[in-house]
């Protein structure tokens, strides 16, 4: 195991052991645990594990050090399966539920015998919940809108988790003798955020070795569905798997009518028809003719095996090819006919990341470590942004820390270890009344700042709005982060004028971060098209909170594409060079 998953088990054991209603030295000592892990080098953490050195590290015990070991070495831990079967399941949902902390959880369960997410909306249902001490009304009303959530989102999945369960998937029906092509289409293909199920296509003429691959591959929790040229499963996460397979001549057809969006086809198809053509998943056949699975092989007209790609099917019709993410019948035909589209942004068009963050905030990687992966992922430049002084659970920076943070990374650049050149910079509180965390001496001293909001997200509209662009207004802002402040699934963003922070950024030269995060995608694509063209500059932050985060400026991409954002349109798009004269000249004019 390595460092961050190590700090994972020790969190989970902390809170474990808090829905048991262990001893707070006991609960703190893991939650400590897991920070101090984070902390260690990972060279540092294996060799002092193997020469049971670990002791010596500050804040890490005797029976520490020997959990940390066992799961070092073997990947398990025998203390936390015991202790995970001992607490209900159930009880780990609840937790998850916003607002609950593991004591409410715990009081739930010793005063009401709640243990199961049913249990706990029928408590609420019956007013139960409200009458305990510490909860009251706005908590049951708070608690049973976290289990509504819950079951709206159940049914969705983050675009990013859809990918990792699609990917091995794809591998496997690729290996297989007689796929001649395949693709996961539907919204997985057009990167929408959330994924309702996955939609996968192969090309075959010989289905059924493949159907019975596909209803028995690893992960597969139950077969919905299945026929001859079809199969239905639900894997293990929940996810639903929809498998097609289709004569190679017929294969480009349903490619597009899967992919979608259900708009977008119906667009397509009434330009098929004001042709005389016939468009559906079997082909593109002439309009009075009969077509589709029961009929005849179609005579004449547009042969199916004239068309072999999306490209020529779209030329077919007098368009130039759309891109899978902009097929969401909001315009991108009529800029097709037009030969209008965008040449959208791409993952290998990125050259360096900023907003990061490192063990010095709420980070899991090193100032080091990160730089290492952001030079193993080939970007010129690592912007780091920890968290202010006022965000206190994310263990933000004062000003002397910042100070401390800024020569390490100056002397990191120095030192020439690394090819990739690290930014200072910050991401700075909005307070409630829109001042800044820092001060603009101390925001004077980086090459860049970030300001998001982290606190009172429920403030009046107008509230939010004026408070966002009061933050924009102060020298010194480089960029806005995550704007609605949304997690996807989870929570809705805060009340806020879009239109109208656009609109400041644009008065004051202010860079709106996409957010890249898959959690966040925030400000959202459906906004980006009409900002850009308005010429507000973008800037794709993954948000990393650790080494394997920085990869996600690619969904982030995904998203920017969405937006039919071009590489002209991003500011991490620039060479190194121009990035930081794009920073410098910024600084100047505060
Ligand atoms: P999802 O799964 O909810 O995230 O969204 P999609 O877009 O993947 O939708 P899904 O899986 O229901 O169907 C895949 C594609 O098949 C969809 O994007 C377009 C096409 N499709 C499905 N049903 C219809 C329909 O009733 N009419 C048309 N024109 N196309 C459809
Ligand atoms: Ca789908
Ligand atoms: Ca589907
Ligand atoms: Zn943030």
Redesign the pocket.
Known sequence: MNKTEIAAVLTEIGTLLELKGENPFKIRAYQAGARIVETLPEEELKQRSAAGTLEEVKGIGEALAQKITELQTTGRLEFFEKLKASVPAGLGEILQIPGMGAKKTRALQEKLGIDTIAKLRAACAANQVAALDGFGEKTQEKILAGIRNREAYGK?HLWQDAWDAAAPILAGLKKLPGVKQVEA????R?R?E????L?FLVATTEPAPIVEWFVTQGGVKEVTARGESKASVRLESGLQA?LRLVPPEQFVFTLH??????DH??QM?QRALARGLSMSEWGLFPADQKHGPSAEKPEGGARKTDIKTEEQLFKKLGLAFVPPELREGLGEIEAAEQDALPQLVEAADIRGVFHNHTTASDGHNTLEEMTAAAQALGLEYLGIADHSKSSVQARGLTEERLGAQIAEIKALNASGKFKTHVFTGTECDILPDGKLDFDAGVLGQLDYTVVSVHSSFRQEREVMTKRIIRALEQPHVTMLGHLTGRLLLEREGYEVDVDKVIDAALANGVIIELNASPWRLDLDWRHWRKAAERGLLCSINPDAHSTAGLAHFRTGVGAARKGWLTKEHILNTRPLAQVKKWLAAKRKGA
């Open positions: 969705r289409c539907g919204s997985m057009r929408l959330t994924v309702g199920d939609d929809d009518h899967l992919t979608g969006s259900k086809n119906v198809r």
